[in-house]
């Protein structure tokens, strides 16, 4: 049973890579994760804001806003909030690829020109195998159209491609109006592969004190459905590396994603709740399935039943759409 997988040019022994999140923080844990069967590890992210903080000391300025506006203080982490500093998170590259043999892929947080995106050469200089970029963006300027937000965007892509000679993928928000020919201009730009999707944590509103609160849910499987419908619809026509991301934590949502077309899955919640055993019992589940339905490798059921191999191609396009709604009764 051949698991390997072909990702970003890299080779990985299997398709299950541990996606953005504190793992990587604690070597002992991306060790057992490793062991496991991971096939990657990406970094958490370092973010835009964090690095410009630094290199341009902006704290300065947030302090001073906040002395006019009190409530500015929560708009972000303090500097000391935030997981790791922009040196020691390319101290912690080097020393996560002294001790594993899986790829490290860093994860750099950001959706605008600057001078951020030069950190992606230390992290290649630290030995980062690959580099993702998650454009996190949320358009609130009623005077900027689509097409500038992600004219803005693509222009960040290719600032970052050409800033480093290792594979750079994009993970992208699902809110854009036509993602299949987004993410051929991604291609175009010269990313190497796409994540589908990143995660929006949408704030709550405290209807006692009055206030706007961030807060983290984790993910469950019903999220999978949005990332097999795109995946579905871009794997038979772009040539990136796809990576599905959000809503896996069965071995069956693992097997959906590959026969929608991803040649590697990111999971996070799963392995938060349950540690290394999720990552051991997806592939497990996967192998298993993999068997009885007589499939010797990733890479032949890859796209089974995406747009273009899908026996009712209908069923992800508008059709499915207007059965769905006509179906129920009452």
């Given at each position: 049973m051949k698991l390997a997988t072909d990702y970003l040019g890299l080779h990985l022994r299997t398709p299950l890579i541990i996606g953005a999140s504190p793992c990587c923080d604690d070597l002992d844990l991306c060790k057992k994760l490793q062991d496991a069967g991971a096939g990657a590890l990406v970094m958490h992210s370092l973010f835009e804001e964090q690095i410009e903080l630094e290199e341009n000391a902006r704290f300065r300025l947030l302090d001073g806003i906040a002395e006019s506006h009190p409530e500015a203080t929560g708009y972000f982490p303090n500097y000391d909030d935030y997981a790791l500093a922009p040196d020691l998170y390319v101290r912690q590259v080097a020393r996560l690829k002294h001790a594993l043999h899986i790829p490290v892929i860093a994860s750099l947080n950001g959706h605008r020109p600057g001078g951020w995106i030069d950190q992606a050469r230390q992290l290649e200089a630290a030995g980062a195998d690959a580099l993702e970029l998650n454009l996190?963006?949320?358009?609130?300027?009623?005077?900027?159209?689509?097409?500038?937000?992600?004219?803005?965007?693509?222009?960040?892509?290719?600032?970052?491609?050409?800033?480093?000679?290792?594979?750079?993928?994009?993970?992208?928000?699902?809110?854009?109006?036509?993602?299949?020919?987004?993410?051929?201009?991604?291609?175009?730009?010269?990313?190497?592969?796409?994540?589908?999707?990143?995660?929006?944590?949408?704030?709550?509103?405290?209807?006692?004190?009055?206030?706007?609160?961030?807060?983290?849910?984790?993910?469950?499987?019903?999220?999978?459905?949005?990332?097999?419908?795109?995946?579905?619809?871009?794997?038979?026509?772009?040539?990136?590396?796809?990576?599905?991301?959000?809503?896996?934590?069965?071995?069956?949502?693992?097997?959906?994603?590959?026969?929608?077309?991803?040649?590697?899955?990111?999971?996070?919640?799963?392995?938060?709740?349950?540690?290394?055993?999720?990552?051991?019992?997806?592939?497990?589940?996967?192998?298993?399935?993999?068997?009885?339905?007589?499939?010797?490798?990733?890479?032949?059921?890859?796209?089974?039943?995406?747009?273009?191999?899908?026996?009712?191609?209908?069923?992800?396009?508008?059709?499915?759409?207007?059965?769905?709604?006509?179906?129920?009764?009452v």
């Amino acid at each position: 049973m051949k698991l390997a997988t072909d990702y970003l040019g890299l080779h990985l022994r299997t398709p299950l890579i541990i996606g953005a999140s504190p793992c990587c923080d604690d070597l002992d844990l991306c060790k057992k994760l490793q062991d496991a069967g991971a096939g990657a590890l990406v970094m958490h992210s370092l973010f835009e804001e964090q690095i410009e903080l630094e290199e341009n000391a902006r704290f300065r300025l947030l302090d001073g806003i906040a002395e006019s506006h009190p409530e500015a203080t929560g708009y972000f982490p303090n500097y000391d909030d935030y997981a790791l500093a922009p040196d020691l998170y390319v101290r912690q590259v080097a020393r996560l690829k002294h001790a594993l043999h899986i790829p490290v892929i860093a994860s750099l947080n950001g959706h605008r020109p600057g001078g951020w995106i030069d950190q992606a050469r230390q992290l290649e200089a630290a030995g980062a195998d690959a580099l993702e970029l998650n454009l996190y963006s949320l358009a609130t300027d009623p005077d900027m159209d689509s097409d500038d937000v992600e004219s803005d965007l693509l222009y960040v892509v290719s600032q970052v491609v050409e800033t480093t000679a290792i594979p750079v993928s994009v993970k992208i928000s699902p809110w854009h109006t036509a993602p299949a020919h987004f993410i051929r201009q991604l291609e175009l730009r010269g990313a190497r592969g796409t994540v589908l999707f990143n995660r929006f944590y949408q704030p709550d509103f405290d209807i006692e004190d009055l206030e706007v609160r961030p807060q983290l849910r984790l993910s469950d499987s019903s999220e999978l459905l949005l990332r097999l419908r795109w995946l579905s619809i871009v794997s038979p026509h772009s040539g990136l590396s796809l990576a599905a991301s959000g809503g896996v934590h069965t071995p069956e949502d693992l097997i959906k994603t590959i026969l929608a077309g991803a040649h590697a899955t990111q999971v996070v919640s799963t392995v938060l709740r349950h540690g290394p055993a999720a990552v051991t019992s997806l592939l497990s589940g996967l192998e298993t399935w993999m068997e009885e339905h007589e499939y010797t490798s990733v890479a032949e059921m890859r796209g089974a039943l995406n747009l273009a191999r899908c026996p009712n191609p209908t069923a992800h396009e508008r059709a499915n759409y207007l059965h769905v709604l006509q179906s129920w009764k009452v």
